[in-house]
């Protein structure tokens, strides 16, 4: 089990051997390595693979004092700020002792929702990116489009008896398209045991947030220039399509592959088109 050590912070990180170049997959906020079991599938065998687990989720330690877990949710985010050094940069450094740890001097980063912003930070301040695929994601900061306030709602308005399982369901529901969800009720349900098991606890997940929170990179996407694969679903409910389109008309070496009528997690229920489209970007830049 490879682990690296970021600032005295044990992060865990999976590394398939592979023909091609490495790829290194970071996933969104609180979620666990298993969002990202199609696209690895998808390059099995034909690229090398770093799939890292981020601070606070699956086998990687969290960092956070204890202070900071017996916090009240409530107050919980503003001190974060302070006290756990949860930011972009610092997520950003975690994937570097990972990468570094693994013997990589290359790789094809691929991000999806924070995931995409980890990405994009790691590429202002490091020099390891060899292509970026930024997946329902944005580029943070006041102007982007923001997360719409009914699923805001859904995300907190949580009944006060559910169990842990239906709480996870309930949550994760605006990421998905309802025709998804209605039609996969065994996926959903594997979905959320896979939760139960790899993502992040609710102090981690509240510290993730806030890095999220102050990420801002609208004023530094110019100064990014590998190649640049932008992938968003139309009808995404959690990050709205818009900022694909400002991602990709900023960033000055992007192309974007719009998934119609896809959901925030157009790269699961969209599979086969999403792989496609990394796939022929990879090649294109191998």
């Not at 690229?47 to 919980?76: F, M, Q």
């Not at 700020?81 to 949860?86: E, S, V």
């Not at 923001?146 to 995300?155: C, D, G, I, L, M």
């Not at 509240?206 to 932008?230: E, N, Y």
Request: hydrophobic share 40%.
């Amino acid at each position: 089990m490879p682990r690296a050590n970021s600032d005295g912070v044990s992060i865990y990180y999976e590394h398939d051997e592979g023909d091609g170049d490495p790829v290194a997959f970071v996933q969104g906020l609180g979620y666990g390595r298993w969002m990202w079991r199609w696209q690895r599938e998808a390059v099995r065998g034909a690229y090398e693979v770093v799939a890292p687990d981020n601070r606070g989720t699956g086998r990687s330690a969290d960092g956070l004092s204890a202070v900071v877990k017996t916090l009240p949710g409530r107050i919980r985010t503003p001190l974060l700020f302070k006290l756990a050094g949860y930011s972009m940069s610092g997520l950003a450094a975690d994937l570097e002792a990972v990468l570094e740890d693994a013997g990589v001097s290359e790789a094809h980063l691929v991000g999806a929702s924070m995931g995409g912003m980890i990405a994009q930070q790691y590429a202002l301040e490091y020099d390891r990116v060899k292509t970026l695929s930024l997946l329902s994601t944005s580029a943070g900061g006041p102007d982007v489009a923001s997360v719409p306030e009914e699923t805001r709602a859904q995300f907190t308005d949580v009944p006060a008896d559910a169990s842990e399982r239906e709480r996870l369901r309930h949550r994760i529901r605006p990421a998905f398209t309802e025709r998804f969800t209605s039609r996969n009720p065994h996926l959903m349900d594997r979905i959320v045991e896979w939760r139960l098991e790899q993502d992040a606890s609710d102090p981690a997940r509240t510290a993730q947030a806030a890095a999220v929170a102050s990420f801002d990179a609208t004023d530094h996407l110019h100064r990014i220039r590998v190649p640049t694969l932008v992938v968003h679903g139309t009808d995404d409910r959690v990050l709205p399509f818009e900022n694909a389109t400002l991602l990709a008309d900023t960033l000055s070496n992007a192309r974007l592959e719009r998934v119609e009528g896809g959901s925030h997690f157009c790269f699961l229920e969209d599979a086969s088109q999403v792989n496609e489209a990394i796939r022929t970007f990879l090649a294109e830049q191998t």
